[in-house]
């Protein structure tokens, strides 16, 4: 494959089309934001591949399996290069249509990713008046200079996602807007705009977790998205996962409509605990054998988490395997696990629970919690 100069990318503009609901790949495509773009041919491209930060997108029509190796030789050379640099352990990957599926089991091979569900929203008519949900003692502020200089307990829990895509604060002040719920010195929450680009951006939300099931989230969409039309953006949307319900809901009780759910692919780069993860969404599926031949993989490649130990131990003991069951779970003692109440409350280990190996190995993690 071959990487794009950048005053060129238009050249992959058409290969895109379909996807622009990822507001992220149309900022890149719009000049935006600083991102490589790679493709097949350079005079006539089919397929294409870019990531801004931890989202990678293909697009166009699955290659060769030479066009394949090649992508995979980009995502273990620059992608990995730049993940390592930011300090990022995991991303996502769209991709237009199940035909590109052969084509990605090619390029990652062993280093396969987890499909998931993801949803996108976008929003339609406000149902609420975000005044007439603020409890008492809270406000909603505008994220702007003057507001960066009060003194806040947590300024980092704003400042962190205010750089997460821009590459400073005072860039995203010049670009982007949000605001944040506070009570007194302390940001209870906050409701940013990413990847502003052609009247359109996408919504980053978060509270504290201490505030969270109140309807704050709600709140905080609403006053966000009054602020945005003020501002003349003409499309808000909202990406989540499939899984986190509080998300969606949030979204749909803040007047956004679902407008696509599709799969996508949740994948980690370091190859040991991306095998590990494949243990643990195979046992939070009850399919025990993937699980534990999952964790048992991950656990023979080198820098393997600790975790998997304990996951490869609730495998095996769902699948009756006694003996290998404990063995794991004197890895999991051995290699720093510190608390007993996870072996004591785990669904997965009740077959074990009147086992003497058992109960010595959650006397030595009583004994270490003590010390």
């Not at 790679?38 to 997108?57: G, I, S």
């Not at 602020?227 to 803040?254: I, P, Y």
């Not at 490649?301 to 495998?315: D, H, Q, R, V």
Request: aromatic content about 10%.
């Amino acid at each position: 494959m071959f990487l794009l100069p950048p005053e060129e990318i238009g050249r992959a503009r058409a290969l895109f089309r379909t996807m622009e609901m990822h507001l992220a790949l149309q900022a890149v495509l719009a000049g935006q934001v600083d991102a490589p773009v790679y493709v097949d041919d350079l005079d006539h491209p089919h397929c294409a591949l870019t990531w801004v930060e931890a989202r990678v997108y293909l697009a166009g029509k699955p290659g060769s399996q030479a066009v394949a190796e090649a992508a995979s030789n980009i995502f273990v050379g620059a992608m990995m290069r730049e993940a390592l640099r930011a300090e990022r352990d995991a991303y996502l990957l769209f991709y237009p249509d199940p035909s590109w599926e052969p084509f990605i089991r090619l390029m990652f091979s062993e280093r396969m990713p987890i499909q998931v569900d993801r949803q996108y929203y976008s929003f339609s008519k406000s149902k609420l008046a975000w005044q007439t949900l603020l409890p008492a003692g809270m406000l909603v502020r505008q994220v702007d200079a003057a507001f960066l200089v009060e003194k806040w307990q947590n300024l980092s829990f704003l400042t962190d996602e205010m750089v997460s895509e821009r590459p400073s604060v005072a860039d995203f002040l010049a670009k982007s807007f949000g605001i944040c719920l506070t009570r007194n010195d302390e940001i209870l929450g906050w409701c940013l705009s990413e990847y502003n680009t052609h009247h359109r951006c996408e919504v980053g939300i978060a509270t504290r977790a201490d505030v969270r099931k109140r309807g704050l989230g709600t709140l905080l969409a609403l006053a966000f998205v009054e602020m945005a039309e003020e501002k003349g953006v003409a499309r808000v949307g909202w990406h989540c996962s499939a899984n986190n319900r509080a998300s969606g809901a949030t979204a749909l009780k803040a007047g956004f409509e679902m407008m696509a759910e599709f799969p996508a692919f949740l994948g980690w780069f370091d190859p040991a605990l991306n095998t590990a993860q494949h243990g643990y969404f195979a046992l939070t599926q009850d399919r025990f054998a993937d699980a534990l031949a999952a964790y048992e993989k991950a656990l023979l490649l080198p820098e393997a988490p600790e975790w998997a130990y304990f996951g490869a131990a609730c495998a095996a003991a769902m699948l009756g395997k006694k003996e290998r069951a404990l063995t794991h779970l004197a890895g999991a003692v051995e290699h720093g696990a510190e608390d007993g109440d996870d072996f004591r409350q785990s669904k997965f280990l009740t077959s074990l629970r009147e086992d003497l190996t058992f109960n010595l190995l959650l006397e030595k993690l009583d004994k270490r919690a003590r010390e």
